[in-house]
């Protein structure tokens, strides 16, 4: 039998977490809590933009873009941690495995274009406020979030396909979905080259859009000093703030999994920091652009009030 036939016949076994009886529990019933928070805090900040008029400005339309994606990202890999800590091991056909290995991957590197637009925005709202709405108007929005989109599952197509292609031998993935690391791992040839082209391929998205984010931010960090008073200089680096933190949690966690050494696959750790830029990231976006943005609190209050004054 041909190697591609080989691979798409057998199916993996998803070996998880190996957590005793009472603890796995508890983990099952924490994951799914923080799930359900999951999609209620990103739905909720959706919803919240398309309901308030005073959140109509790129920047909102970028976060509820992000929130979006949120959606989907975590609902691509929590499914498999949920069934994996109520019941065990998970069989999975290697179509599925691949498929979720894909959409993953794709949405993942889709983030990182979309942090690179948002720090754009903020670029442009900063440094040039008199051109801003011109330049960032709803049809670039629209253009420059289905460009994310585009990339994102574009540059996902390499390294999915090398995987999808290789000969197995072994069965059990030592995670809790389908990624790179775990799966080539299973083969049966080296895959020594094959983890050269995905370092490469995703160190040089990671490491571009990082470049790209950290310029923009040393343009604004350079044209905020320049302003007059300290309240305006706060003002300006308030809106930078939660898209700063969020970078930061991302790219930090995604960074040690995809670039770092070794030794962080070959000792299982790359599925705990998973749980940070696949699971806890996804969590915390909702509150850091929630609770420590004035205008989202303003926003949540006019909806409130004009709600209560249909329902009298």
């Not at 798409?8 to 508890?26: D, E, V």
């Not at 790129?58 to 949120?70: G, K, N, Q, R, T």
């Not at 000093?225 to 939660?242: D, E, I, Y």
């Not at 609770?291 to 303003?298: D, T």
Request: charged share 10%; glycine share 8%.
């Amino acid at each position: 039998m041909d190697h591609v036939n080989h691979t798409w016949t057998q199916m993996f076994i998803l070996a998880g977490f190996n957590i005793s009886g009472n603890i796995r529990s508890l983990a099952f019933l924490g994951t799914l809590c923080i799930y359900l928070l999951i999609l209620g805090g990103n739905l909720f900040i959706i919803v919240l933009v398309k309901a308030d008029s005073g959140l109509s400005t790129p920047m909102y339309f970028f976060i509820s873009v992000l929130s979006f994606l949120e959606l989907w990202y975590v609902s691509t890999t929590v499914p498999t941690l949920l069934y994996n800590l109520l019941h065990g091991s998970l069989p999975i056909s290697s179509t599925m495995c691949f498929t979720q290995l894909y959409i993953f991957h794709s949405l993942g590197l889709t983030e990182c274009y979309l942090f690179c637009i948002m720090a754009l925005d903020r670029y442009l709202a900063i440094c040039h406020p008199l051109h801003y709405h011109a330049l960032m108007s709803r049809q670039v929005q629209k253009c420059l979030a289905g460009a994310t989109w585009m990339a994102g599952f574009s540059a996902a197509l390499v390294p999915v396909s090398l995987t999808a292609t290789l000969p197995y031998c072994l069965r059990e993935v030592a995670h809790y979905f389908c990624d790179l690391a775990p799966l080539m791992q299973l083969a049966c040839v080296d895959t020594g080259w094959h983890a050269e082209v995905y370092t490469v391929v995703n160190g040089l998205i990671n490491l571009s859009t990082l470049v790209i984010i950290l310029g923009f931010y040393g343009g604004i960090l350079k044209a905020v000093l320049k302003l007059p008073s300290a309240g305006s200089r706060a003002k300006a680096f308030s809106t930078c703030s939660s898209h700063i933190t969020v970078v930061t949690l991302f790219y930090g966690s995604a960074g040690i999994v995809y670039v770092g050494p070794t030794a962080v696959h070959s000792e299982g750790r790359d599925k705990f920091i998973a749980l940070v830029y696949g699971f806890l990231t996804p969590f915390l976006n909702p509150i850091i652009y929630t609770l420590r943005n004035k205008e989202v609190r303003e926003a949540v209050r006019r909806v409130t009030r004009r709600i209560k004054g249909q329902l009298k």
